[in-house]
């Protein structure tokens, strides 16, 4: 049975795949230091405007006032904001509106219970945020697979050529693991190299790699193409050092070389 091979690389360079994740980096950047930059003044402002109103405006309805701070910095940016946002309201609440003012220090038990619900409400409000945040991305990321499985079984049902369905899957992986580059070999390599397993976990120099924290590691990598113990080839990964692709990502990926595996073989027949 002939072997297909498809040498040429599908970089993404610097196309448009490469400017749209700086340019998405460089936006999430700004907003993380616009985010923490008013976790830290939004509340000191908002103490400076109650200072005329302190001695007739009651303290807990004072403290109210910081919770819709909190929940803002703890919805539109981290973890770290939602906590600094609530400490920095309990500080300033305690500083300019309990007495003795102008001090870190308070006199009444009712100010120190006041100031301590301020830091537990803000502190669960966070927590709620970022858990919000987390199942918002899996779903919209499990969204995404599911969409780019969809478009897989669809190339792999068609009748397109040989290098045109490697050329789409090339494409795939790259936007899928963040690689520089990726291209499909009809053989394997002859030197071992750090390769992604059916189960998701990269393999390098026989012990499992953190690609969590670490990325893919390089300079090359692949994943084997197999169909009913038929092996037909691999793909040949250039990560972006550095990059970190998680674990459900690299199952994707895998799960896409699967389903495209059998269009595979059907055109290396054909070839």
């Keep these: 049975m002939g072997k297909i091979r498809a040498t040429s690389d599908v970089t993404s360079g610097d196309g448009s795949l490469a400017r749209r994740h700086q340019a998405i980096s460089r936006v999430r950047a700004s907003k993380d230091r616009l985010v923490l930059a008013a976790a830290v003044l939004l509340p000191l402002g908002l103490a400076c405007l109650l200072v005329p109103f302190r001695a007739t405006f009651a303290d807990a309805a004072a ?18 904001t939602g ?40 502190v669960v409000v966070t927590e709620l945020a970022a858990r919000s945040r987390h199942h918002h991305a899996v779903a919209v990321e499990v969204s995404s ?30 936007e899928l693991l963040s690689l520089k580059a990726c291209r499909f070999e009809g053989a394997l390599a002859v030197r071992p190299i750090a390769r992604i397993e059916a189960d998701g976990e990269i393999l390098h120099a026989g012990v499992r790699w953190p690609s969590d924290g670490l990325g893919i590691p390089g300079p090359k990598a692949e994943i084997v193409v197999r169909w009913r113990g038929v092996t037909l080839g691999r793909f040949v990964l250039t990560p972006t050092p550095g990059v970190p692709v ?11 070389v699967e389903v495209m595996a059998p269009a595979l073989l059907d055109l290396s027949r054909v070839a």
Excluded: N
């Design 83 to 122: 906590l600094l946002a609530t400490l920095s309201s309990a500080i300033w609440f305690d500083f300019f509106l309990t007495e003795p003012y102008g001090r870190l220090a308070i006199s009444r038990r009712p100010d120190l219970e006041i100031m301590l619900s301020i830091l537990f409400v803000g």
């Design 145 to 174: 697979d599911v969409s780019m499985l969809h478009h897989a079984a669809d190339l792999a049902s068609g009748s397109g050529s040989a290098i045109a369905v490697t050329k789409d899957v090339e494409r795939l992986l790259i």
């Design 63 to 80: 403290a109210l006032l910081f919770i819709p701070i909190v929940v803002a910095c703890a919805s539109m940016g981290t973890r770290l």
């Design 246 to 256: 998680d674990l459900q990502r690299r199952k994707t990926a895998v799960a896409l």
